[in-house]
């Protein structure tokens, strides 16, 4: 496999952010608009970062280092249709574990109680489900608040 290189997003590979999110589930299932996902991609308060394959971006991790009651929240993990089950998204978090390990005690998600191939990924990595947020973004769904100790 090709190596993964994880840095800080560039202006352009936001943009490209943007639309891959925007595309993708569970975003488009919770009515997330490329316009809002570009907002986010721009936030100067978001730390954005871009996995890439032989200098190509194939996938998107955001984090809020001030995140949930101070501590680092990662708000998104989005990779490339293109470039899936290639270990990227699991490279990306371990990326984002590194930042914050010996910063913060630990790390908390959100992912959505209908995305259950996320949940499983998010538990096969470390984290733990210690809260719901019921009906949070859209009716009939829940935002289930995931943990791991750094």
């Not at 959505?112 to 096969?124: D, E, L, R």
């Amino acid at each position: 496999m090709n190596q993964i290189d994880i840095k800080p997003a560039t202006n352009p590979e936001r943009q490209w952010a943007a639309r891959i999110i925007s595309e993708s589930d569970p975003w488009m299932t919770l009515g997330i608009t490329y316009e809002r996902c570009l907002k986010v991609c721009h936030d100067p308060e978001f730390q954005i970062y871009i996995a890439h394959i032989d200098h190509t971006p194939c996938g998107v991790v955001i984090a809020d280092p001030r995140g949930l009651a101070g501590s680092p929240y990662i708000k998104l993990i989005a990779v490339d249709p293109g470039y899936r089950n290639r270990k990227i998204g699991a490279a990306m978090i371990v990326y984002v574990e590194n930042e914050f390990r010996g910063k913060s005690r630990f790390l908390f998600l959100c992912v959505s109680s209908f995305n259950t191939q996320a949940q499983k990924f998010y538990a096969s990595h470390g984290f733990i489900q210690i809260g719901e947020l019921k009906d949070f973004i859209i009716n009939g769904a829940s935002e289930l608040i995931m943990q791991k100790a750094l």
